[in-house]
């Protein structure tokens, strides 16, 4: 990934999609890019998620700058860890926002194997 993919999902909303018996699609707050370009995602209400990606592992990540339309899908695989730094940091992170309301129970580690320009214009759909 480049520097303005990782800058976009830095600043950005994801919207996570899986799919099994059913499809799934839902919107993260808890999320960052790591140093090695891998992608992860908080626990915190991803129950039909998990279970889309316990079935086939596949997940994809879009995300774009409503100003500016700038945009970015991200296809891949993803492994569920409930152990480790980056699930601390999420635990502790969800639990000082809602004050212990809610709580981390995992992560999501998404490796990407392929990023698409979702921004309009003539790179749309160009894969990086």
Same mark, same amino acid.
């Given at each position: 990934? +480049?520097?303005?993919?990782?800058?976009?999902?830095?600043?950005? &909303?994801?919207?996570?999609?899986?799919?099994?018996?059913?499809? +799934?699609?839902?919107?993260?707050?808890?999320?960052?890019?790591?140093?090695?370009?891998?992608?992860? $995602?908080?626990?915190?209400? &991803?129950?039909?998620?998990?279970? *889309?990606?316990?079935? *086939?592992?596949? $997940?994809?990540?879009?995300?774009? +700058?409503?100003?500016?339309?700038?945009?970015?899908?991200?296809?891949?695989?993803?492994?569920?860890?409930?152990?480790?730094?980056?699930?601390?940091?999420?635990?502790?992170?969800?639990?000082? &926002?809602?004050?212990?309301?809610?709580?981390?129970?995992?992560?999501?580690?998404?490796?990407?194997?392929?990023?698409?320009?979702?921004?309009?214009?003539?790179? *749309?759909?160009? $894969?990086?």
């Amino acid at each position: 990934m +480049n520097e303005a993919v990782i800058k976009l999902l830095k600043e950005q &909303l994801w919207y996570l999609a899986t799919y099994s018996d059913q499809p +799934n699609a839902v919107p993260v707050a808890f999320k960052d890019v790591t140093p090695d370009g891998r992608l992860v $995602v908080g626990d915190v209400f &991803l129950e039909t998620t998990l279970a *889309n990606i316990r079935a *086939n592992g596949k $997940v994809a990540v879009s995300a774009c +700058n409503a100003a500016t339309m700038e945009g970015y899908q991200i296809k891949g695989t993803a492994e569920y860890v409930t152990e480790g730094a980056v699930v601390d940091t999420f635990k502790k992170l969800v639990s000082d &926002l809602f004050h212990g309301a809610a709580a981390a129970k995992g992560a999501l580690i998404i490796m990407p194997e392929t990023v698409i320009v979702t921004t309009p214009g003539p790179d *749309n759909k160009k $894969v990086l």
